[in-house]
């Protein structure tokens, strides 16, 4: 796997994940990806509504794939330091795990319903 070669090599050139440049860089990657590839979805915002919109950006701002090739090509070509490409890969991985989840709870919320809980439905005639 590319992406493991990748994260053990970084440990043994001083590039670990939890080093502090990139623990610092993280949360701005993460903010980047979601401004980059989220921000478009705005565009749907008087069609799809605010919540749905904020769930379609949260949904396109995942990315994991993409981000491991290309901070190992970086990496292998030296126009990356490790402590970037560990900051870009780990940034990532958050949006993976987290942008989906946090999509999914906006989008099971009824719209019109703050509270948490779900809206009454009528009862069904017979």
């Given at each position: 796997m590319a992406g493991?070669?990748?994260?053990?090599?970084?440990?043994?050139?001083?590039?670990?994940?939890?080093?502090?440049?990139?623990?610092?860089?993280v949360p701005?990657?993460?903010?980047?990806?979601?401004?980059?590839?989220g921000v478009?979805?705005?565009?749907?915002?008087?069609?799809l509504g605010a919540r749905a919109t904020a769930a379609t950006a949260l949904l396109q701002a995942t990315s994991l794939p993409f981000i491991v090739t290309a901070t190992q090509i970086g990496v292998a070509t030296g126009l990356m330091t490790p402590v970037?490409?560990?900051?870009l890969v780990c940034?990532?991985?958050l949006s993976v795990l987290v942008f989906p989840v946090?999509?999914?709870?906006l989008?099971?919320?009824?719209?019109?319903?703050?509270?948490?809980?779900?809206?009454?439905q009528p009862p069904s005639r017979r």
């Amino acid at each position: 796997m590319a992406g493991t070669d990748l994260l053990n090599g970084l440990c043994r050139e001083g590039g670990c994940p939890w080093h502090d440049a990139a623990l610092v860089r993280v949360p701005l990657f993460l903010l980047a990806l979601l401004a980059v590839r989220g921000v478009p979805a705005y565009l749907a915002v008087r069609t799809l509504g605010a919540r749905a919109t904020a769930a379609t950006a949260l949904l396109q701002a995942t990315s994991l794939p993409f981000i491991v090739t290309a901070t190992q090509i970086g990496v292998a070509t030296g126009l990356m330091t490790p402590v970037t490409a560990a900051a870009l890969v780990c940034a990532g991985l958050l949006s993976v795990l987290v942008f989906p989840v946090v999509a999914l709870a906006l989008l099971r919320q009824p719209a019109g319903d703050r509270s948490g809980r779900e809206a009454q439905q009528p009862p069904s005639r017979r």
